[in-house]
């Protein structure tokens, strides 16, 4: 029989599921809560966090700026290797929450907490984000997962609770729905979202217009790159955070980045999100831009050949693995020529590459072009193709149908 737990160090938003959590921990466990909310570019929804959590039964509470952790260490490394899930999803949620739960790891370690707690469901993908990424750093740490515990199992019975408790929660009948938000982008879930039939409304939204209420004018843009990094917007240097927030506001303003994604979560079933992405969809492909007049051909097909695998295994939450340090390696050593300046114009939901420059680009015009030059036979094209149709020939020439 294990020991009572003395001290638990929660995973804490302010949203529905942690606050009634917070509240249950204490109640059940009847222990020391400590809460911990990291501070990703959530904005607003950090206002009268602490309050809230100390109000609800908080012992003490931590909150840590960890955006331009976020944006450098998680995002960047990401999008060098144009990371997108299933071929829609941009990871928002995927990459915050190894952060999240890595600096929640050392706060439990600060404190002596024998515990952590966090506000997965059991049918989601966050608790095994959340789970592997503590087994990591404390192999010995003991695990409360709520969702897997409690009796309270909708996310009905948790407002009933929450009004039962007078714990004030954003969700309610009118907006069944949860979200999730940080710089790299917001997602939503639940509610009238699972039925995939059904349109998410508008006033759902946070970060963008409507596309057709977007200006008439488009706008435009340029990025400056450094080994695969962007680190300026229109010739002014930006930290790492900065810049992605003026990209989210350059984007949300040209009603840029919005997906509506039925997915396949890690445990099995599938769920349907919504993300705004504004600024994520906008460095995509302002990157991919330099990639294709700085990058080897055969590096960059081996690259985009494993980034099924890269994003796979950041949705999965398998940040912390040697296989995804092995992967992150390599990326990283594609980037090194990946330098320069990308124009883009914004308009009404799209993004546009109109230019891209560098000094380190192997595009050549002298190759290239369709006119006269003196650097290229074309008669060698004849030898290059005879010797790649050499094993087709073989094998029609033995009859074997494959036409």
């Known amino acids: 029989m294990q020991d009572k737990i003395k001290k638990i160090v929660l995973a804490y938003s302010g949203g529905l599921d942690t606050s009634v959590i917070l509240k249950w921990l204490v109640e059940t466990y ?75 790891m050392e706060i439990a370690k600060i404190e002596g907490a024998d515990a952590v707690s966090h506000g997965a469901t059991g049918k989601g993908n966050d608790q095994v984000r959340f789970e592997l990424t503590y087994l990591v750093h404390d192999p010995n740490i003991r695990i409360v997962a709520p969702w897997r515990e409690w009796d309270l199992g909708s996310r009905t019975l948790l407002m009933e609770y929450a009004e039962k408790h007078g714990i004030p929660v954003p969700t309610t009948q009118a907006k069944p729905y949860s979200s999730d938000r940080n710089l790299l982008h917001i997602s939503y879930e639940g509610g009238m979202l699972e039925d995939p039939w059904i349109a998410p409304p508008e006033d759902m939204f946070t970060l963008s217009v409507s596309p057709r209420n977007a200006p008439d004018e488009s706008e435009i843009i340029e990025m400056t790159f450094v080994r695969g990094n962007p680190v300026s917007i229109n010739g002014k240097n930006l930290s790492p955070a900065a810049l ?151 094998q029609s020439l033995k009859n074997r149908a494959f036409v």
């Open 30 to 104: 009847k222990c020391e809560v400590i809460t911990f909310s990291a501070d990703l570019g959530q904005e607003e929804e950090l206002d009268y966090i602490e309050e809230k959590a100390r109000k609800t039964g908080a012992a003490k509470v931590y909150i840590d700026d960890l955006k331009e952790t976020f944006v450098k260490d998680y995002v960047f490394p990401a999008f060098r290797a144009n990371a997108i899930y299933e071929g829609q999803y941009l990871l928002g949620t995927s990459l915050a929450r190894p952060l999240i739960a890595k600096r929640q």
């Open 244 to 394: 992605l927030k003026e990209l989210n506001r350059l984007g949300g303003k040209h009603g840029i980045g919005r997906v509506d994604l039925v997915e396949n979560r890690f445990v099995g079933m599938k769920s349907r999100g919504v993300y705004e992405t504004p600024g994520g969809t906008i460095l995509r492909a302002a990157h991919m831009a330099v990639e294709s007049i700085t990058m080897d051909r055969e590096v960059m097909h081996l690259r985009d050949s494993l980034i099924p695998r890269y994003a796979e295994l950041v949705y999965n939450g398998f940040w912390f693995s040697p296989e995804m340090k092995l992967l992150q390696g390599m990326v990283d050593d594609t980037q090194e020529y990946v330098s320069g300046l990308v124009r883009l114009e914004l308009y009404k939901g799209n993004c546009a590459i109109l230019g891209r420059k560098s000094d380190e680009s192997i595009y050549s015009h002298d190759f290239a072009t369709f006119e006269k030059d003196r650097v290229y036979s074309q008669k060698d094209a004849e030898g290059f193709i005879r010797l790649n149709a050499l094993r087709l020939r073989i």
